[in-house]
């Protein structure tokens, strides 16, 4: 079957840096998603890896091993709006988007 | 602007009711989709629809119907069909179904609850 796990729950420190890890088992692959998801709202657009490596768009950067099946993301210099959910989705050999449950991202002061 | 609207945000019906969401996107998108999402767990895909009149089931479609006559449009009928209703959904749509093209926009979503 196909499965996408990550950590439920992370709680880090404002100012602070932190790694959301994800790992897939997909029938095929074709990129790596990441969304952030504020509490009731709806999945915004972060990051988008096919090839293995890191891709970094000003304080987040997501990293992929195929090899793996493995990706992060990775958030400097936490911010208290960075509080919401993280969603990680891979794209299967059907082009279905696979999501994961999510990780809650708790910063305290 | 360009983007996708569902409506209504909060939506309160009866048991054994047919109730339908609404979506639509200015984005001129081909691809669209509905998502059931809840909580602990990811996003599950009901139906999808890659060009107009014409869509495919996904993972979880008993229960739940759509139509696709116009590209701009996807609505999503909740029948008394499906045994667990209460949920909050999720419209989306992409360029391409796949690549880069492939990322998902999405609306503010539509949260059902059936009493």
């Known amino acids: 079957g196909q499965n996408i796990d990550q950590p439920t729950e992370m709680t880090a420190t404002e100012g602070a840096i932190v790694q959301i890890n994800c790992t897939y088992q997909?029938?095929?692959?074709?990129?790596l998603f990441w969304y952030q998801q504020h509490a009731g709202e709806a999945p915004t657009f972060l990051s988008y890896n096919v090839l293995d490596g890191l891709e970094e768009k000003g304080r987040f950067s997501s990293f992929l091993s195929r090899s793996k099946g493995y990706s992060y993301l990775l958030l400097k210099e936490l911010q208290m709006k960075d509080s919401a959910s993280y969603l990680c989705?891979?794209?299967?050999?059907?082009?279905?988007?696979?999501w994961g449950a999510g990780t809650k991202l708790i910063i305290k002061p | 602007d360009g983007g996708i609207t569902q409506s209504p945000k909060y939506l309160f019906r009866k048991e054994g009711q047919n109730v339908t969401l609404s979506c639509e996107q200015n984005l001129n998108h081909d691809a669209m989709y509905w998502y059931r999402q809840d909580p602990g767990q990811g996003l599950r895909l009901i139906y999808y629809?890659?060009?107009?009149?014409?869509?495919q089931k996904g993972d979880i479609a008993e229960g739940y119907s759509v139509s696709r006559e116009k590209k701009e449009s996807f609505p999503l009928t909740v029948t008394s069909a499906q045994k667990n209703p209460t949920a909050f959904y999720l419209c989306?749509?992409?360029?391409?179904?796949?690549?880069?093209?492939?990322?998902?926009?999405f609306g503010q979503g539509t949260r059902l609850t059936v009493v």
């Open positions: 989306a749509s992409s360029i391409q179904p796949d690549g880069p093209r492939a990322e998902a926009f």
């Open positions: 997909t029938s095929g692959f074709n990129g």
């Open positions: 989705a891979a794209l299967d050999s059907n082009y279905q988007l696979i």
């Open positions: 629809s890659q060009i107009v009149n014409d869509f």
